[in-house]
Each structure stands twice: as structure tokens, then as C-alpha cells.
């Protein structure tokens, strides 16, 4: 069965640097998008990105977020200069060409900035 | 309330029990979404249901949507200690075709074998 893959499954990185977080979404799927889950709270949804571009984003994807899809497989989350309070798991998504159908989740990058 | 708050929080039963959990709502939405995750791990998709559909049913789960209420319900009948996991419900309010989807607190599911 088709999957989204995220690499790498846990990333530790010092404060100020940069991160990009990696996803492979499903072959077909032309949405994407990233969700964080700080430890112990909600799913919070970050970016949906369509046809090249941001479709929608939350607040807390301010300056320091970038999403790429560098090329036809890979979607990126780039965080410029990683503060503490980053420190959470990301995860990945991907939906079908009809949209407003379910997201199909990566198991999820754990970062780690300290 | 928050977009998508569950409850119980916290919900203990003995294998072979049901499992009723619980999510309200407070926007309109075009769909409500059941999601699992064990601990540590990724979300697990378990059902969609859309905002003119009132139940539907995937293998041993049960889902109920009201609208006029702006709540679902999760029902897992004759529990596992496999479903032992946090489930979360999440709304989909998107005005485009993408989907953005707003997930609820969870309810931690301990099922006892």
C-alpha cells in the first residue's frame, strides 16, 4: 500500500541552525502538507501547498518556515534558524487530486533543537 | 470549546468492551475525520465522514455525525488491547479543494486485556 515517508525519524539540531525536514508524499497526490505536534498537545497544521504553492498557512508558520517541492517526489519544510521551543514532531500529509478528502500521515519527524 | 475538543480525555475499558468517544465542534465543516495514534508513533486515518452523511461504519467502528449539534461520535465495539492508542477527531474547513484540517485534543483509549 502507498505511503507518505518522511526521513529523517528523529533530528537533533542545535538553536539557530538550520533543518529541513524531508517527505516522500504519495505518487498521485497533489496536496501536501505539514502538520507539528508539540509533546502532549494538538496536531497543529502548519502549510497546505498546491500546485507549487502555499494554498494556505497557519500563524505559526511565520518567516522562519519555507516549504519546496524541489522536484516531481520530494516536499520540504525548511526551518531557517530553530528556536527551543521547535522541538516537536512534524509530520507530513498528502491527498488525493480530489481534495477534501483524508490526508494520508508520514509517521513523522521528531526534532529536536537544544 | 475549542475546534474539535474530545471527550472523555481519558477512557479505560476491559477488552471486549465498546468504546464511545466523543467530539464537539464549532464551525461549519465539510467533513469530520477519525484519526488514531499510538504513542510516539504517526496518525492512523480511521474514518471520514462527511457534513450531509449521519453514520457510517468501517469494520468495528461506528461513526455518527450532528450537525445541528456540531458533535460526532467514535464507537469501537468488542475492544482489543491493540486499540489501546489516543484517537482524534479533526474537521475539515477548507474553502479550497485542499484540505485543512483542525485536530481535536484526543482521548487517551487504555483498553485492559
Known amino acids: 500500500e502507498p505511503e507518505v515517508t518522511q526521513t529523517p525519524s528523529h533530528q537533533v539540531t542545535q538553536m539557530g541552525q538550520e533543518v529541513i525536514l524531508r517527505c516522500v508524499p504519495i505518487?498521485?497526490?497533489?496536496?501536501f502538507y505539514w502538520y507539528r505536534q508539540i509533546l502532549g498537545q494538538k496536531v497543529e497544521f502548519l502549510v497546505s501547498?498546491?500546485?507549487?504553492?502555499?494554498?494556505?498557512k497557519s500563524e505559526i508558520f511565520d518567516d522562519q518556515f519555507s516549504v519546496e517541492r524541489p522536484d516531481g517526489s520530494n516536499f520540504t519544510l525548511k526551518i531557517r534558524s530553530t528556536k527551543l521551543e521547535d522541538s516537536a514532531m512534524y509530520f507530513c500529509?498528502?491527498?488525493?487530486?480530489?481534495?477534501?478528502?483524508?490526508?494520508?500521515f508520514g509517521q513523522g519527524t521528531r526534532l529536536t533543537v537544544v | 470549546s475549542q475546534q474539535g475538543e474530545e471527550d472523555p480525555q481519558a477512557l479505560s475499558i476491559q477488552e471486549g468492551e465498546n468504546a464511545t468517544m466523543n467530539c464537539s465542534y464549532k464551525?461549519?465543516?465539510?467533513?469530520l475525520q477519525w484519526y488514531r495514534q499510538n504513542s510516539g508513533r504517526g496518525l492512523v486515518h480511521l474514518i471520514l465522514?462527511?457534513?450531509?452523511?449521519r453514520e457510517k461504519h468501517s469494520g468495528r467502528l461506528r461513526v455518527t455525525l450532528d450537525t445541528s449539534k456540531k458533535s460526532s461520535s467514535l464507537l469501537i465495539t468488542a475492544s482489543r488491547a491493540a486499540d489501546t492508542a489516543s484517537y482524534f477527531c479533526?474537521?475539515?474547513?477548507?474553502?479550497?479543494?485542499?484540505?485543512?484540517?483542525?485536530f481535536g485534543t484526543g482521548t487517551k483509549l487504555q483498553v485492559i486485556p
Open positions: 500529509a498528502s491527498s488525493p487530486p480530489k481534495g477534501r478528502t483524508e490526508a494520508f
Open positions: 501547498f498546491y500546485n507549487n504553492e502555499i494554498s494556505e
Open positions: 479533526a474537521t475539515d474547513t477548507s474553502s479550497g479543494g485542499y484540505q485543512k484540517v483542525t
Open positions: 505518487s498521485n497526490h497533489l496536496y
Open positions: 465522514i462527511r457534513s450531509n452523511e
Open positions: 464551525t461549519s465543516i465539510n467533513n
